[in-house]
DNA sequence: TCAAAAGTGTTTCGAATACACCCATGT
DNA sequence: ACATGGGTGTATTCGAAACACTTTTGA
């Protein structure tokens, strides 16, 4: 069930690149769709994947595809993989967007509640940010930085230390289901308006 | 020449959503035009606009306006207004989501080059800051702000001042005339990436 | 008793803001 | 002189990062 070679010039697409981690891996899957006539962009999504199981979508990008096929992209936040691997270049460079979106997004939203478990030690958690970001980050920076902004709550309980031992960690999740803002305006903001929490 | 109350279900616009400064203002202009069969939206866009007087360009969004047509929109950034009022929902809708975009951008990139003259003074550079954001800067703060990241530079010679008198204004550019993030990641940055300027 | 993992206390750092004060010009 | 707009010096604030140290478990 390829695509055609060239593309009917009046067709267009609707891609879902799904991110998740897995493994300490930021693992992408890729759906496609072709928008039937009159159906509406969250229509087709909705039949690329489902979206009930995505923490968070938002629109990526549209483009002309290689063979000329019109095709809008949906970043979706997911906490297990779902979708094919991409097979054109297009959809792999869409996933690079994707990742892209995704490690800004995490520094200044609460972006981390759609690819966390319910409830997560900070270990976990931590992991899930070096998956996603490429790079180390302290559990204690993290924790402390989530914690002041408001993103995570502690719940009640502890996970019990594994085989080697060690102290149960507390469990957290995140505040809010939906994308919020954490940290509006590094620079430049409104004056007065200096954290009155 | 209005558009088709209901557009044909193959058609594809490409509108192009202009921001500039007037008179502390942020103007908005829109262009629209029908993407022919196979032709890029680059091409599209460029039909629409005359790029080369943009400062930026950058995709925003494409959904299927109330008429059924698809329409993808592109957010440019001006010294000087551009285009036709909005005429539609849909593209009051996209100006707000452009005026959104451009909000956020300005405080953790360059993105006023786009908006500025070649030369200004800070009064100047503020009054732009002012009307994009919609509340108040200093331009104490402004200056030093975009100093320190090496976001503006001084240039020779100062502004005369107006018949009210007032010390001669020095001239200031912006470093970059290419869209650059200067303020990446407010927190979670990468181990050992404190500041080495 | 020791290793491992989790978490807190505390220091350091730097960016951003606030505000007082000095500078240069026209009237 | 003095009003007006421009600019710098400096103090304060605050979030983030770094790092030492304590806590709690299994072996």
Same mark, same amino acid.
């Given at each position: ?41 969250? !229509? #087709? @999504?909705?039949?690329? /994947?489902?979206?009930?199981? +995505?923490?968070? =979508? ?6 002309? *595809? %290689? ?63 070096? !998956? #996603? @970001?490429?790079?180390? /980050?302290?559990?204690?920076? +993290?924790?402390? =930085? ?6 995570? *709550? %502690? ?43």
């Amino acid at each position: 069930v390829g695509r055609k070679l060239v593309a009917d010039s009046t067709s267009h697409a609707v891609v879902a690149v799904v991110l998740a981690v897995e493994d300490g891996r930021l693992a992408p899957g890729v759906s496609r769709v072709d928008r039937g006539p009159g159906e509406s962009l969250e !229509a #087709a @999504l909705a039949r690329a /994947v489902d979206v009930g199981t +995505l923490g968070h =979508v938002e629109q990526l990008e549209t483009r002309v *595809e %290689r063979d000329g096929a019109l095709a809008t992209a949906y970043l979706g936040l997911a906490r297990a993989p779902w979708g094919a691997p991409p097979q054109t270049d297009d959809e792999r460079e869409l996933i690079d967007a994707a990742r892209g979106r995704l490690r800004a997004k995490l520094s200044y939203t609460n972006a981390g509640f759609a690819l966390a478990p319910e409830t997560f030690t900070i270990s976990e958690l931590r992991e899930v940010y070096v !998956a #996603a @970001l490429g790079y180390d /980050v302290s559990a204690t920076n +993290l924790q402390r =930085v989530l914690l002041r902004r408001g993103v995570l *709550e %502690r719940v009640d309980g502890r996970r019990a230390p594994g085989r080697t031992g060690g102290r149960p960690a507390a469990l957290f999740r995140f505040a809010a289901r939906r994308l919020e803002i954490t940290d509006e305006f590094a620079a430049l903001r409104p004056p007065g308006s200096r954290a009155s929490a």
